[in-house]
């Protein structure tokens, strides 16, 4: 009996969950059919780690929040953050129990030292919250992006073929979202009304998607003539530059595109090896000319009457329109709400991830819009840096500052001692990718979303495990050294 039941016992599982399938589905109860995917999750997760995290990114823009769909108003989005909340898991069990998780240079690098810090004061910042549940939650949520897309990349990006996988992976989901995008505005014309909302639900407004196309054109370019690429991949790579420049023109996001703006004067800066006390004097006499005028700039802004428009040109004069344009001025009102509420509390905030439960309170007359609400449910601060600001004090926004300058530093001092080829190209083409979303920053902020955390940090990763590649290295040996280690 006991042998037979060990011959049996597949097929016999089989039948004991078909009919229990079965009976759940008769009651309205049809979850359990998720229970094959839900195993075989499991089974990837611990077997193929790497195949999983390069799931995650090709999955990302094609993710779709809950809240979205109105079930219940759960914030997360599928399939991609549960799947990061299983390897976070996973990871932290792993760093407990063995030693070497994590390369021990990777832990000293300044650029994770500066993001371990930024964690250790969000975390300390959530104890004082004025919704200390939310707050959690905001931490939870950056650990597990942290996790997977830092940490645990910088061990997939040991082999250097993963990081032109995470580029085209998160490429091919993003691809058949800016075509599917692109389809549905052509029914409208292209009209800057629908463009708001015609990547619902894969993007949940136009300027997170604008945001997103915008940190990868930088790739796209260099794929074109990367050292190795096949024609036919430098071929894809003129199709996918080609798709997502439409999509970027007709997303109608400002924001972007002064994002890949300031990548670009970046980019002229590193090609000239301009030097840094050069940029400092030309931003310090270009800074104190613009506060001398300041006045004469502000009544000139005043006098743009320019609006979001389908006439691009006029799409483009209407970002320094703070007359009356609705959208520019309810910035405005939220980085002025911002500004109130780290007056109110200058250290520790209001806790992360609450400005957009707690600004209504903070708007002044004199700023509100024809889209404000009194109750302020429209949203964020619409800034990377005053965000932390009114949310984490004056601390917060020092250490997100000191995040993006320990990369930046990190990536332009890589950059500038490597000679042209492969590796060069990566980090100039993940660096620039995070300076479209730097800039950016300034307008909107978009880093509790999988769509941003996952190429931001994905990205960061790079640039680290690049770095620590040609440590101690002299820039005359660079040469020597990528070559030889592109020919294994």
Known sequence: MIRALRSYWIPAACTVFVALNALLTIKDFPWLNLLPLALLAAWAVVAATDKVLLFIVFATPLSVNLEQLELGGIGIAVPTEPFMVVLTLLFLLKLALERGVVDQVVWRHPVTIAILAQVAWMAVCVVPSSMPLVSFKYLLARLWFLCTMYFMATRLFRDPRNMHRFFWCYLAGLAIVVGYTLVQHARYGFEEDPAHWVMSPFFKDHTSYGAIIAFFLPFTIAAISLPGYSRTRRGMAVFVLMLLAAGLLFSYTRA????????????????????????????????????????RITIAMGRNKSESNDDLAKHVSSISNIRSDASNLERINRWNSALRMFEERPVTGWGP?????????????RDRTIISTNFGLNGNSHSEYLGPLAEQGLPGMLLVLVVVGSISWTAVRLWSKLPDGTD???????FLGLVTYIVHGVLNNYLDLDKASVPFWG?????????????GVPAHRNRQVSSAISSK
């Open 256 to 295: 972007a595109w002064v994002g890949t703006v300031g990548a670009l004067g970046i980019f002229l800066v590193m090609r000239f090896r301009i030097p840094a006390w050069a940029v400092g004097i030309f931003a310090l006499v270009a800074g104190s000319i613009a506060l001398a005028n300041m006045d």
């Open 353 to 365: 991830g609450t400005y957009m439960f707690q600004y209504a309170p903070f708007q002044a007359a």
């Open 424 to 430: 060069r190209r990566l980090v100039g083409a993940a």
């Open 459 to 471: 990205f960061t990763a790079m640039i680290v495990v690049l770095d620590l590649k040609y440590r």
